[in-house]
Every structure is written in C-alpha cells, then in structure tokens.
C-alpha cells in the first residue's frame, strides 16, 4: 500500500526488508488493549465461540494478525474506565489481569506470560508471543500502595499515573485543556507528570505518547520532557492513534515515522519504541491499520536511513534496557513504603478507617514521592 504523498515505488522492496528484520529480530511493542474489548464483546468469556482469538476479526489484535506483525512480545493493557474510581476498580483491574492469564492458558502455544526480562527473551526464542501486563491508570489500586504491590507480585510490571481522570493524589492531562481544573498541580505530596523524571530512582516510560512539536496534543510529550528524558535513560513509545498523530482524525503511516524521528533528534535513538494503543482507539493511521502492519513501519525507518541498531532498539532494546535497570533499582530497594495517604484525601463514601487514628498527628502525613516508592513494580508510566 503507498502512503499519500510519498513515492513508493520501493514499497515491496521496504517490506521484505521489514519483514526480514523483524523475522530475526524481538518485537515489543508496548501498549495494547485487546483485554479491554474482550470484556466488552464477552464479559471476559473466552470459550465463546465468537470470542475465539483465532477467528476473531472485528478488533485490531487477533493470533493470525499478531503472526503477520512478527510481534514477539506484547504489553497488554489491564485497563478499567475511570468511572470504576472509588467503586470497583481494583476488582475490575483483577478480573482484567485474570483475562490474560487466561489467554495464556486457553492458547499457551501462542502466548506466554512472563514477568521479566529473561522470560522474554526464553518466549522468543519458543516462537511465542512474550505476554506482559500493563495497569491503565492510578485510579486502579485505589490510592494504596499495598494494592500496588499486591498488583506486581500477580504480574503487573507498570502502571500509569493517570488516565483521564485526577486521582487524590496525581492530576491527568486533561488539566493542561480546558476541560479541568488542576487540583494537584502536578502531583500531590501523596504523589510527588513532569517531575516524575527526575524524582524516580529509575528511568520511567511514557508509555504510549507521541512528540508534543509535531502534534501539540496534551497527551504528548514536548521537548523540554523529552530532553529529561534523554538525561535520565527513559523512554518514549509513540502512540498511533491519528489524533496524538497529527491532531486530526486523519494519519498515516508516514506521519507516524515523523513522530519516532522526532523524538529520536531530540532525546536520542535509545530513548524512542513503539507504542500502538491498538484496540484502545478508534482512529489509526493509514498503513498501520492493526498488529500485522509493524513491517511497514520497520521498512519505512529503514528507508529513513535508520540502522538496524537504532530500529532493533525502537522495536524491543531499549525497553528492555529500561526493564532490566528498573529490576536493578527493585532489587536493591526493598524496604517497601509504608505511610498511606491521609484518610481526608480519599473519596467515595463506601469506605473504613481502620488504621487511622482519630488523634491529631498520630497518622503519619505522607511526605515521600509516589514516583520514588513506584519503583518498588518494575516499570513506571509517565502518562497514560
């Protein structure tokens, strides 16, 4: 398929070299949300028959798809809407965590679940595809750490700071429109997103966000960040959906590469990935309609004058470089931080208040960054 406004008699030639390179090479791409629609089309029942990953064809992900795409891991979003806040969604982020444990159960001779580096790297090498779990917003773990931890030890290796709502103790993105007004500013001492960077012990990803000075979207990263970022060995996966693309609801896969360009001139090529969002958006771009379109993008890099290092680190490297120094900075701080958030910042009225003490500086009041106790559950999303 040609791009609009670009040549492309080369397409086939770019494509095979797509495909060989990614033929011998990992392919993490960060973020995706299949588990998300299957709780939509199923309610999580995944013998149905029409739920069936290998027939499944009406999403962006299915196994014949993620073949055609060479992708050897994935990070599958455990998402739950904001409106589970202060309700159900620590239940809702569990029951979604069991849905790709699940999907590694129904078909283990595609998927497998792992948790670390090492295991992805053992999935790869078995022809399967590397399965890792990613939690979609602070408002999952209820402002609790000991649920935060709780969510690593059952597999979950980032969460991000926010979605599209404020948490007690983190502003989302939507406070930089006009649509909300911070109460944060940023994040509170619970908290203490773009102070994230320099306040984390180790490097953070934005997990799926594009370049702020191609598309000024506030969902996306802009120059100042991205050179924290280069600072301080963190990453950037670049989202595909059209609107953080080009601020319309019109892309393709061209404008998608100038965004990973982008940020690779001003952070670095070790600081870029790819981070889709397929099934977690309604728009993608042209050439980069589902998981089996990677080649194409591979391809074009290449005609971009990309070296197989510099696209070897966007496909898998770099993420997992960032993965094994966060391990690093887990494994050599294991005192867990224990102060909760003080019980007047909490919201909803189905709550106790066992623990805390009705006496005035009998709890202890926060003081320590959020970002620096997230350190203890490996990977750490800067937005969402």
Known sequence: MCIPGRPCGDVPVRRMLGWSLLSATLSLPRHNDLPWQLLKKFNNQLRLPEANLTVLNDTHTNIPKLRQGHVGAQFWSVYV?????NKDAVKRTLEQMDVVQRMCDLYPETFSCVTDPDGIERAFQSGKVASLMGVEGGHSIDSSLGVLRTLYRLGARYMTL???????????????????????????????????????????????????????????VPDDVLRLVNSTGSLVMVNFYNNYVT???????SNVADHLDYVKKVAGAKTVGFGGDYDGVTGLPTGLEDVSKYPALVAELLARNWTEEEVKGALAENLLRVFRQVERVTQANTAPYESPIALEELEGSCRTNYGYSTDAGTAQRPSAALALALVLAPLLSVLS
């Open 81 to 85: 809407p904001c409106e589970t806040q």
């Open 162 to 220: 926010t979605h599209s709502c404020n948490t007690p103790w983190a502003d989302n993105w939507l406070v930089d429109t006009n649509d909300e007004k911070p109460v944060h500013h940023g994040l509170s001492p619970f908290g203490k997103v773009r102070n994230t960077p320099s306040l984390s012990l180790a490097p953070v990803i934005f997990s799926h966000s594009s370049a702020y000075g191609i598309c000024p979207h506030r969902r996306n």
């Open 247 to 253: 601020c319309s609801n019109k892309a393709n896969l």
